[in-house]
């Protein structure tokens, strides 16, 4: 593959828009993306013609509106270009077509916007993501909302939350003197993953149904050896890589780095970041991809956040900036951070809304599937806070005790080898374990789930940080300009005063941190249901509604199809567990003691010592008793949670009652498990499905 000439082969981007649009509508589109606006119907139906066109040369026989409905994973319904003349047909697309589209909405998640006699939903083209060809299909980014205009996906609350930072931020920019229209959000998402070998996932259940292993125990060998990170890359493992890149980068995907994780059987890719809303785009079809061309390679990509227990669960980091039309990025700090006051105050921006909004950041990575992996001692617990290095910590508490910063200064690393290169040491060391982690020129949000999509997280982080940004352009046009660089200090100083509480340069894995951070007043909320109870605060409808991101409506909407999800999944767990306990597991064992206390019946009546006959029969048979007796409470909590529907009540028997029933019935089942030989036991074990890629 010719990387450069390839990379974006398969998108209808500037350059190619550029050779097929005449000039003046191309500059006209141009306009539009730069600095808003509508799309008229002339221009569409020009631009749908050269999108035509080129789609058909490169094969595509179908278009499609591709959407992000409230499901977290992407949907598209295909319509072919041809419209039959007499006996023959040919080959057509309108503007109409493009910017708009029209679909049945009433089978996507709507949390109540609407009854499904109103079914109408409505697709509009975002040309800010370019359209591009998968499957013999041309894809066309789209917002997806209801009749009445409420938003139904998770790119009309982005695109809005976009709009809003890029006021402030120019605000902010502005007030320092420079020249700035238009501030950027930029987002690179590391992407965790699991491949495992596609004959071992096809006969187990819980993987098939659910996304992660519902039983199973431990191998003898797991992760403590460290010998996986980094480690040389499997020949088929190197081959599925290869292979995705070259996909994604013919999508104009700019994947980068790739890399063997924590576990065994876990992997990392990661992009060179982009605009947020592309960003989205990108990394859900990422997602898509690295199923599709995993399933090339006779093995499953997994992206659930904890696919086995005892072994490291998979998320996704968001780094996360800011970028000026001028191409600056507002968080790099510079040479010499004390000075760079604009720099301080978009970071006190962010501390800011961060301690403020705890309870928002924690809600947009909440997920039944994430809740098994924050905390758990691999990722960031569900206590936000931040770090921000050494560096930038002196700085902060040197503006706040009024004394002079002593500055850091450059370090070069001695390697005690003259050959090698000088290599300069950063000023701050990496903290890994810290869930809002400064790192260099960016946030880095460490919490987000492997499966979600990124676009609630960002939506987040772009309006508590507009927000503060908001109050602050607010307090300085209003200060003297002669007082300026007071106003400024007073604000940084107030920041770090009143909202240092949320600064944690430890390590966020030890017991005594949520201890420490009891006191400290920070919140601590340990699950999804509490996480999304909060999401409709007086607090958080003042603050999305008064930014125009969501209508109180569309909260109360989305707050429900969440707890929905919830409580859908674990329901569906708890029916796929039984099933396996019930059909295979319990059938296994009981037959299994069975035939020991038969062995040693005989045994006995031939005078042959038995006493681990006996045993074996034994304990295998109490285990069976009390997998029976646990699965039947499981099925009384599961009637019981899902006999109310699945409402937001149900989310919380779910939580408390069949979560908890689960857990118990896998104990005994994996004890049980690790008494019965290998080819009696229904399933692969953890040790087939985490080693079984060569
Ligand atoms: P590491 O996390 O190991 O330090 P990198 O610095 O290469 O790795 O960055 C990790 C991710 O952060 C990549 O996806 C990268 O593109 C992204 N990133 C780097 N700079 C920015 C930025 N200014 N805005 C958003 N993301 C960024
Ligand atoms: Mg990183």
Redo the contacts with the bound molecule.
Sequence with gaps: MNIPIEFGSMVFNDSVMQQRLPHDTFRQLRKILSEGGSLDRSIADIVANAMKDWALEKGATHFTHWFQPMTGVTAEKHDSFIRPIGDKVIMEFSGKELIKGESDASSFPSGGLRATFEARGYTAWDPTSYAFIKDKTLCIPTAFCSYTGEALDKKTPLLRSMELISRQASRIVQLFGKDCQRVT??????QEYFLIDRKMYEKRPDLIYTGRTLIGCRPSKGQELDDHFFGALKTRVAAFMRELDEELWKLGI?A??RHNEVAPGQHEL????ETVNV?VDHNQLTMEIMKKVAARHGMVCLLHEKPFEGVNGSGK?N?????TDTGV?L??PGGNPMDNLQFLLILAAVVRAVDMHQDLLRISVSSAGNDHRLGGYEAPPSIMSMYLGDELEGVLSAIESGAPYDKIEKVYINSGVHSLSRVRRDTTD?NRTSPFAF????F?FRSVGSSFSISDANVVINTIVADQLEQFADQLEEADKGDFRNAVMRILRETVRRHGKIIFNGNNYSPEWPEEAKKRGLLIISSTVEALKKFTDEKNIDLFTRHLIFSESEMHSRREVMLENYSKVINIEALTMLDMVRRNILPAVVKTSGSYASGASVKASVGIPNAADVRMATELSEKAQSILSLSDDLMTAQKRASSGGMSAESAEVYKDEVLPAMHKLRLAVDEAEGMMDESSWPYPSYGQLLFSVL
Aim: hydrophobic letters at 35%; a neutral charge.
């Design positions: 959000p930029t987002v690179g998402a590391e700019p980068k780095t990661a992009p060179v970041f960003a980091h780094n996360w900036s800011l970028i990025n968080l790099d990496r790192t260099g020129n960016k880095e």
